[in-house]
């Protein structure tokens, strides 16, 4: 799962999700968008329209999904609880992977239950460039006995490991660089798939 507020969904989302699938070999990416993220602000517009723009963007990109399940849910979109339900349909022998950027992985130990991730999945950060924080002391130790230093570690084990993965086409890319765009009608041409764009100006989305 790669799950994000795609607020809204980007090039750097959509080809790192590719590029994962790619790397580790993976049958299918569940790009998951929060309804209610539990660590940030509200985000600028409705989950039902981000999931909208996230279908547009996917489009027919083998081995992408739209994956609607956390708007599903009451409350705050926890990710173990997303995990969990994944880990139900895939069953405990299947491999499940959870993605993250490098920016989010430095929050992790910050989330609900983070632990309890580990048990669900292996978690993988994806670099990105310009984001170089070192980890905290709580997170470092955290995942300590966790770190593999390759993709094949993660093929024979359903959960449990940590793997930091420098994807091929690294992509400076931002929602909030693309909103700030937006709100300032400057070009959005090239950071977002067209018939993103496109639904994003028919509707007015993002413009203060
Ligand atoms: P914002 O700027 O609003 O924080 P964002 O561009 O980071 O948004 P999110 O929806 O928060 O997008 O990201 C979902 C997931 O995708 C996060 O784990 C994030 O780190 C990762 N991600 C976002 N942009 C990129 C990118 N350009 N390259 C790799 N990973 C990315």
Redesign the pocket.
């Known amino acids: 799962m ?6 809204p ?5 959509l ?2 999700a590719v590029e994962l699938g790619e790397a580790l070999s993976l049958d299918r990416v569940h790009m998951i968008p929060a309804a209610k ?1 539990p660590l ?1 602000g509200e985000p600028s517009i409705s989950p039902g329209e981000r999931l909208a723009l996230l279908r547009l963007g996917i489009g027919d990109t083998p081995g992408l999904v739209a994956d609607a399940r956390e708007l599903d849910r009451e409350g705050p979109s926890f990710t173990t609880d997303t995990l969990a339900s994944l880990r139900e349909e895939v069953g405990p022998a299947a491999r499940l992977v959870m ?7 430095l929050r992790l130990a910050d989330w609900h239950q983070p632990e309890r991730l580990f048990e669900l999945a292996h978690v993988v950060v ?4 310009g984001i170089d924080t070192p980890l905290s002391t709580g997170l470092r130790d955290m995942v300590a006995d966790r770190e593999v230093e390759d993709t094949q570690a993660l093929m024979s084990t359903p959960a449990g490991h940590l793997l930091r993965l420098r ?1 091929p086409s ?10 700030h765009r937006l709100a300032s009608r400057a070009s959005v041409r090239y950071l977002l798939p067209e018939a993103v764009e496109a639904r994003i100006h028919v509707y007015g989305l993002y413009r203060s």
């Open positions: 790669l799950g994000g507020t795609f607020d969904v980007h090039l750097g989302h080809r790192s993220p940030r993605a993250l950027g490098h920016d989010a992985f994806i670099d990105r460039p994807l690294r992509m400076a890319i931002s929602a909030t660089d693309v909103r």
